[in-house]
């Protein structure tokens, strides 16, 4: 099916578009026979990168053509309700999943766009939502390293950067690359496949043990389950305000506005019952005290130099 004849690399040929479609139907109501519903799915892992085993690539005005022409259509006919999300691929291209959006067919048969982060800001994301805020964003890859030899597990840039900034840039979900692998980082393809990629756990043979991924998104999946919604907490770079007593004036308050909070980084989520969960990372060489208001009530709260808080409450 491909112009190379090879797994790696290569181009799906034309001719084999519609082919291709049917195969994701077949897939997908084969898996359903299993009692597996495939929610959704994104036709072609990292598009722009052929030295993964599998890969391909593809251009997105081949992608917007194989969904309109021929993917949208085969789900249509065949009353699939897995949804489309294209792109799947790293936040510095968002350019790519918003060419595919502006032709008017395959935009009809998409539902979000996935993204990963290996390069680029992921406010890569965001301009993704504002352009087309009738998409949802999605995070399907993200590799943590733990570092060899390391006495402590310093997880404040491992939770800033794939829960507080992923989230904060309007992605409804996080996903790993793993959740699992052998000693090995395995299993994986000799040619094109990861040999430093850590799981959240590490497996040998019937013992176990948890890497710094483990601990950092527990932060969230002990705390915030499926149904919570992200809701507004200051962010470092959003405007702050001091109030202070005139130098002339004794009880006269006055108010000044800075250009930066200087907040930790940090993300809140209100959860289906009711609960407010607050995640705050220190990623300072210092430990830092930061102070935390809702409806009107203060509290102090410190945070250790590469640690991670988090903090829940009643509504």
């Known amino acids: 099916m491909k112009t190379n004849n090879e797994v790696q690399g290569g181009k799906l040929r034309e001719e084999c578009y519609d082919v291709y479609a049917r195969y994701f139907v077949r897939y997908i109501q084969e898996m359903a026979k299993q009692g597996i519903k495939i929610s959704a799915l994104t036709i072609q892992n990292e598009p722009l990168n052929s030295r993964n085993t599998p890969s391909m690539s593809w251009t997105p005005q081949e992608q917007a053509e194989f969904i309109g022409k021929y993917l949208g259509p085969h789900f249509e006919k065949n009353s699939i ?8 691929h790293n936040c510095d291209r968002p350019d790519y999943p918003l060419t595919i959006l502006a032709d008017p067919a395959a935009s009809k048969y998409s539902a979000g766009v996935a993204f990963h982060q290996y390069m680029g800001d992921q ?3 965001t301009t993704v939502h504002e352009t087309r805020p009738d998409m949802d964003i999605f995070f399907t890859e993200q590799m943590i390293i733990d570092r060899s030899g390391s006495a402590t597990a310093t997880i404040a840039p491992v939770v800033e950067r794939v829960l507080v900034n992923v989230v904060r840039n309007w992605a409804c979900n996080v996903i790993l690359w793993n959740l699992a692998a052998d000693t090995d980082a395995g299993p994986h393809t000799d040619n094109g496949g990861c040999p430093f990629c850590h799981g959240a756990v590490t497996i040998a043979g019937d013992q176990w043990h948890k890497n710094i991924a483990f601990y950092g998104l527990a932060h969230a999946s002990e705390f915030v389950p499926a149904g919570s919604y992200r ?7 959003d405007k702050g305000t001091i109030l202070f007593e005139d130098e002339q004036s004794e009880g006269t308050m006055r108010a000044v506005e800075y250009e930066h909070s200087n907040v930790l980084p940090n993300v809140a989520f209100e959860t289906p019952d009711g609960r407010i969960v607050l995640i705050v990372t220190n990623t300072h060489s210092s430990s830092e005290s930061i102070w935390v208001r809702y409806h009107g009530k203060y509290c102090d709260i410190p945070v250790a130099s590469g640690s991670v808080v988090t903090l829940e409450w009643k509504k």
């Open 81 to 88: 309700p897995t949804e489309i999300v294209l792109f799947d």
């Open 123 to 125: 406010s890569g994301m």
């Open 231 to 237: 809701i507004s907490s200051t962010s470092p770079t």
